[in-house]
C-alpha cells in the first residue's frame, strides 16, 4: 500500500489523469469499430459517456484542454486480445485514480467509475479464459506482450518532477497492483519479470 502523496503532487496526478483519461476515451471509441460481442458493444458506449465526462471534469480543475485526435487509435481487432489491452489499461487508469482519491476525496466518485470498468473487463477475461485452448492462449500471449510494455508507460505516467521521491515506490506499487489482478485471472502464469 502506497502512503498518500503530498499536495504537491496533485497537479501532476491530476494531468496524467488528464491525458490517461484522453487515451481511454480515443481507446474506447476506436474498440467499438471492432468486432465484439452485442453486450461489450453496450457497455462501451455507456463507458464512451462516462470517460467524455472525466475528461471534461478535468479539463475544468486543470484549466486545459486535452489534445484532440482526428484519427482513433489503431485497436486489436481480435476480441480475445481487444479485451486484455482494455483490461490492462483501465487496471492502470484504476490504479492512478486510487493515487488521485488520495490527494483528492472529492473525486472519489471517478474511483468507482474506474472499479466498475475494470470489474466488466476482468469478467469478459475470464469469459475468454473459460473457452481454454487456443482462445485462452491468444489472451495470454497478448497479456505476456502488454504487461512487457506497462513499465515504459507507467515511467512516462510518474515522469514529473514532483513524484521524483516517490517514483521507485509509485512505480512498484503500480506493476505490482496490475500483477496480482492479471495473475489471480489467470491471463499471467507464475512469476513476472
Do not use: N
Request: charged share 25%; proline share 4%; hydrophobic share 45%.
Amino acid at each position: 500500500m502506497i502512503h498518500p502523496l503530498p499536495s504537491s503532487c496533485e497537479r501532476a496526478i491530476l494531468e496524467q489523469f488528464l491525458k490517461a483519461e484522453a487515451m481511454a476515451l480515443w481507446a474506447v471509441r476506436s474498440a467499438q469499430v471492432q468486432e465484439v460481442p452485442p453486450a461489450v458493444l453496450q457497455f462501451l458506449r455507456r463507458h464512451e459517456e462516462e470517460e467524455a465526462e472525466h475528461l471534461k471534469q478535468f479539463e475544468l480543475l486543470l484549466g486545459t484542454s486535452s489534445h484532440g485526435k482526428s484519427a482513433l487509435p489503431r485497436m486489436p481487432s481480435q476480441w480475445r486480445v481487444l479485451a486484455v489491452h482494455l483490461y490492462g489499461y483501465e487496471t492502470l487508469g484504476l490504479e492512478f485514480a486510487r493515487l488521485l482519491v488520495g490527494l483528492r476525496s472529492d473525486l472519489t466518485s471517478i474511483l468507482e467509475d474506474e472499479e466498475v470498468h475494470v470489474g466488466f473487463f476482468e469478467d469478459e477475461v475470464r469469459t475468454i479464459l473459460a473457452r481454454s485452448g487456443s482462445v485462452a492462449d491468444g489472451a495470454r500471449q497478448a497479456a505476456q506482450a502488454w504487461r512487457k510494455r506497462l513499465p515504459r508507460t507507467v515511467d512516462r505516467y510518474l515522469h514529473d518532477e514532483s513524484l521524483a521521491p516517490f517514483r521507485d515506490d509509485l512505480r512498484r506499487h503500480i506493476l505490482d497492483a496490475i500483477d496480482r489482478r492479471f495473475l489471480a485471472v489467470g491471463l499471467l502464469i507464475g512469476e513476472v519479470a
